[in-house]
């Protein structure tokens, strides 16, 4: 895919004031950045975003902090100051989209919060990520990933039948919520500005962002009172779906579990015996026979390398595929062909690859403009833009306020 410039990003423009840290807000911004707005954030004098020291740091510097913050500009307020919320206030004026993830409230006892920033700004789109939501009676309780995973149902299914649920290796909740807040920000600009609307603001909660992928959970307690418990690889209720042992030690991943495709791939392991049951032609047949077909399937690949195994499942037409490490993904064609992976340079030089931008629009694609910034890099150009000189700048800068 070709690089397109600057002005043909789809949300060039756009002006977006990003509060929070971490990671549901932030991540949130990173996606509005990557296609074009100006995402401004702010960061508490001193120290920053605490994302700048999670995880591999390189020269002190958190790698996942480059790959998040590109393409933000990064501002430092300190929002307990009165002239630091009088600056907020102008940079409000001036935006289109807020987007915080403070505990509710905390915007509120600041003097910050909606009803404050939508006085000054009544197209204003803001978009609102705590742990619990904005209402109700666990509002105020503080809130992580790993809490509204387990509360949305995710954590109960997850893992092997036998043992304790476990989560997954990186913060779901997080991003899920981060995608709903993009979501739910780009709907509120069309309406206001296709629907002869107004602005508003769209609170999401941690938990219903996980809640909301669970499927059928729900209905099937509603109904059958049955509590969907903890299947390890496999996919309940969705037959044959699940991760089989290979001779050389590796695991692969079958899902057969379309009618045609069951067909084929019984064929494939030389079932054909099984391919042409009637009582296994649909799901809920093949439900009833799930251990059985496991078996069948798990004996056949313990038969073959995982590569040998995946030609021969690829020649069918069967998908399947490895469990791919990071060093998988590193060295897989497809990944580079999709522009998935991105080579930059750290300010010091070091050369280090970046996850590449989706989704792919196909005439303005998102594009990496620069890493992560040094922290209040843009403090003094962002502030100019709203009438604050060389002079005032400085005598903020001495009163710890920017």
């Not at 499927?215 to 418990?229: A, D, G, T, W």
């Not at 990496?368 to 003094?380: K, M, R, S, V, Y």
């Given at each position: 895919m070709s690089q397109k410039s600057s002005d043909q990003l789809p949300l060039k423009g756009v002006r977006v004031i990003e509060l929070g840290t971490l990671i549901a807000g932030p991540y949130a911004g990173a996606l509005l950045a990557q296609f074009g707005a100006e995402v401004i954030k702010v960061e508490a004098p001193g120290g920053g975003d605490p994302l700048r020291k999670w995880r591999k740091l390189h020269d002190g510097t958190s790698l996942w902090w480059y790959t998040q913050s590109r393409?933000?500009?990064?501002?430092?307020?300190?929002?307990?100051?009165e002239k630091a919320k009088?600056?907020?206030?102008?940079?409000?004026?001036?935006?289109?989209?807020?987007?915080?993830?403070?505990?509710p409230g905390t915007l509120e006892k600041w003097g910050l919060g909606w009803e404050a920033l939508s006085a000054v700004n009544p197209n204003l789109v803001m978009v609102r990520i705590s742990g619990y939501g904005q209402t109700g009676p666990y509002r105020e309780r503080p809130g992580f990933a790993a809490i509204a995973e387990a509360m949305g149902g995710l954590r109960?299914?997850?893992?092997?039948?036998?043992?304790p649920p476990v989560r997954s290796g990186v913060s779901i909740g997080d991003t899920l919520a981060s995608l709903y807040g993009v979501i739910g920000a780009l709907m509120a600009m069309h309406h206001l500005k296709s629907n002869n609307g107004k602005g508003q603001f769209i609170d999401v909660a941690l938990y219903e962002a996980v809640f909301g992928v669970?499927?059928?959970?729900?209905?099937?307690?509603?109904?059958?009172?049955?509590?969907?418990?903890?299947?390890?690889a496999a996919l309940p209720g969705i037959v044959p779906s699940n991760t089989y042992p290979c001779k050389d030690g590796a695991y692969i991943i079958i899902a057969g579990n379309g009618d045609s495709i069951f067909k084929r791939l019984m064929e494939a392991i030389g079932r054909s015996d099984l391919a042409c049951n009637p009582d296994l032609a649909s799901n809920d047949g093949r439900v009833k026979q799930t251990q059985m077909l496991d078996d069948v399937i798990g004996d056949w690949t313990r038969q073959h390398s995982l590569d040998e195994a995946l030609q021969l499942l690829e020649a069918a037409d069967v998908p399947s595929g490895r469990i791919y490490t990071a060093a998988d993904i590193d060295k897989d064609p497809h990944f580079r062909a999709r522009g998935m992976l991105e080579n930059h340079q750290l300010p010091d030089g070091q050369s280090v690859e970046f996850p590449?931008?989706?989704?792919?629009?196909?005439?303005?694609?998102?594009?990496?403009?620069?890493?992560?910034?040094?922290?209040?890099?843009?403090?003094?150009?962002?502030l100019a833009s709203i009438g604050i000189d060389t002079d005032n700048f400085k005598k903020l800068r001495t009163e710890g306020v920017v």
């Open positions: 393409n933000k500009k990064s501002i430092t307020l300190d929002l307990k100051a009088a600056i907020l206030r102008d940079l409000v004026r001036t935006a289109d989209i807020v987007i915080e993830n403070f505990r109960y299914v997850t893992g092997e039948a036998d043992r669970m499927e059928s959970l729900i209905p099937e307690y509603s109904m059958f009172k049955h509590v969907r418990e903890r299947t390890g590449g931008i989706i989704p792919k629009l196909s005439a303005t694609p998102g594009k990496t403009q620069w890493l992560g910034p040094a922290l209040g890099e843009h403090t003094e150009a962002v």
